[in-house]
């Protein structure tokens, strides 16, 4: 071979990215001590981690998410339940796990439900299986069905359900105070002198709008003002 030919050949070796064999044989450890230092395994000792991790930023090696993927068993994939019939508040929901997974290997895959539907846990049992998922977040009203919640565990998905109330341990759960925000907004408007005060309720069968029915009915009675029954109208957080 030519000399000009060793040297493009040589550059061309030298252009590759790093792979997950020349970080083993730089540190001085098996591959899958460097996947499992890349996986965050506890199976090591910090000296060890501490030179893989040193090895890998020397060499600007991004590990290859399918192959990590594989040896997890689960795809760097967050899933987001629900069955909301406010279009606006999923599309929040949704921002705001895509606002908290940016800059990360993760990705977010959205499916709607029919919470009414007999095949329901059916349907959830399927799509968690089938994406695989790292962990999912449960909209209400789907997530006060703990069918669900022991789905995903049964499944070991992890998972956490959005609230207006205390649903689970703090582990799997990020809850509102719906009672208490509505009382304090019904005691705001008797404090401005108002007496005739309405309430629209939330849907049927959602935790959210029973709470605030509590919380309408709380301050009314704090207050000594009877339940206006005739100025409480039906809603659907639309």
């Given at each position: 071979?030519?000399?000009n030919d ?15 064999n ?12 460097v ?29 290859n998410p399918?192959a ?5 068993r ?12 406010n ?10 796990i ?26 959830v ?16 009203p789907l ?13 070991g ?25 509505v ?8 404090e401005?002198?108002?007496?005739r ?16 029915r ?25």
């Amino acid at each position: 071979m030519a000399t000009n030919d060793r040297t493009t050949e040589r550059a061309r070796r030298q252009s590759k990215p790093p792979t997950i064999n020349d970080v083993a044989r730089l540190a001085g450890v098996s591959k899958k001590t460097v996947s499992r230092v890349i996986n965050n395994s506890p199976l090591l000792n910090d000296e060890t981690r501490e030179r893989v991790e040193g090895i890998i930023k020397q060499l600007g090696y991004v590990p290859n998410p399918q192959a990590r993927a594989l040896a997890l068993r689960r795809n760097f994939l967050v899933g987001l339940i629900h069955d909301n019939p406010n279009a606006q508040t999923v599309i929040n929901v949704q921002q705001g796990i895509l606002d908290a997974l940016h800059d990360t290997e993760f990705g977010l895959v959205v499916r709607p439900l029919d919470r009414t539907s007999p095949r329901m846990l059916e349907n959830v049992r399927n799509f968690l299986e089938r994406q695989r998922l790292f962990g999912v977040v449960i909209m209400p009203p789907l997530s006060e069905n703990d069918a669900l919640a022991r789905l995903c565990d049964e499944l070991g998905v992890r998972y956490t359900r959005m609230g207006s109330a205390e649903l689970d341990d703090p582990d799997h759960l990020v809850a509102s105070n719906d009672r208490q925000a509505v009382c304090e907004a019904v005691a705001h408007l008797i404090e401005q002198g108002h007496q005739r005060i309405g309430f629209i309720e939330g849907p049927h069968g959602f935790r959210s709008a029973a709470e605030r029915r509590l919380g309408f009915e709380d301050a009314l009675r704090a207050a000594k003002i009877k339940l206006p029954r005739s100025l409480i109208a039906a809603g659907n957080y639309t």
